[in-house]
């Protein structure tokens, strides 16, 4: 299933603000002018811009237009299925990787039953440190089955990006997910990463995620810094 065409626009606009296209204060273009780009009606430009204006990404101005907001609110948005940059989407902090080990490895028993493998079939490992603004602020541990995902680890991802090396070149269309977050303790490995103290405070997240065909192509354990805070739009029934 292809995504809403207002999703494609919201997904275009946020990554360029991420990567720094759209600079704070930036102008975009009108209404009309984005649904000539996009070969869309203006009415599913308007939902794209209110999901922006949602995100705290984009703001509005009575008379002027919408503008990329100068001082967006800093934190993960975790009300759709993203990558981290997208979670963290701000043109003011590039959101960039550091790839700690890629190996393919066989799938201990845990890994194996969240991924609905075989113990001991092949996967693609790739630790991850996650900076914002050149300051770290995640460790992350993605497992990929290898069958899914051939070579995965001996190629350079897509911008850093895990997800959309899934999708642009293994031909994955990543459909929901299942995540679980507690606060935890850092452990010596992961605070020596971050830069922090030894047992301070951290969001531990598990993420399950799924193809269109229900599959589960990714298990990520993940180690935030609370700097980084959640921040969900939770709409009335």
């Known amino acids: 299933m292809a995504r809403s065409l207002?999703?494609?626009?919201?997904?275009d606009i946020s990554a360029q603000i991420a990567s720094g296209a759209l600079k704070a204060g930036a102008k975009l273009e009108s209404e009309t002018e984005l649904a000539r780009r996009y070969q869309v009606s203006r009415m599913t430009?308007?939902?794209?811009?209110?999901?922006l204006i949602a995100d705290e990404l984009v703001?509005?101005?009575?008379?002027?237009?919408?503008?990329?907001r100068e001082h967006p609110r800093r934190g993960r948005r975790?009300?759709?299925?993203?990558?981290?940059?997208?979670?963290?989407?701000?043109?003011?902090?590039?959101?960039?990787?550091?790839?700690?080990s890629a190996t393919e490895e066989e799938a201990p028993a845990g890994v194996a039953d969240r991924l609905g493998l075989e113990v001991h079939d092949a996967v693609n490992r790739i630790r991850r440190l996650r900076l914002v603004g050149g300051v770290p602020a995640a460790v992350q541990d993605a497992w990929v089955p290898y069958a899914v995902a051939p070579g995965l680890v001996r190629?350079?991802?897509?911008?850093?990006?895990?997800?959309?090396?899934?999708?642009?070149?293994?031909?994955?269309?990543?459909?929901?997910?299942?995540?679980?977050?507690t606060a935890a303790l850092l452990e010596p490995a992961e605070a020596e990463l971050l830069g922090a103290a030894v047992g301070g405070a951290v969001l531990h997240s598990l993420r399950i995620t799924y193809s269109d065909t229900e599959r589960a192509v990714e298990y990520t354990n993940s180690w935030t810094l609370p700097e980084f805070?959640?921040?969900l739009r939770i709409d009335a029934e």
């Open 59 to 68: 703001t509005r101005k009575r008379g002027s237009g919408s503008y990329v």
């Open 155 to 181: 190629d350079p991802l897509v911008e850093g990006s895990l997800y959309r090396t899934l999708t642009e070149k293994h031909g994955l269309k990543l459909r929901w997910a299942d995540q679980t977050m």
């Open 45 to 51: 430009v308007r939902q794209a811009l209110d999901l």
């Open 229 to 231: 805070p959640l921040l």
């Open 6 to 11: 207002y999703r494609v626009i919201y997904d």
């Open 78 to 100: 975790l009300n759709r299925l993203r990558s981290f940059a997208q979670e963290l989407a701000s043109p003011e902090e590039a959101v960039t990787s550091q790839v700690l």
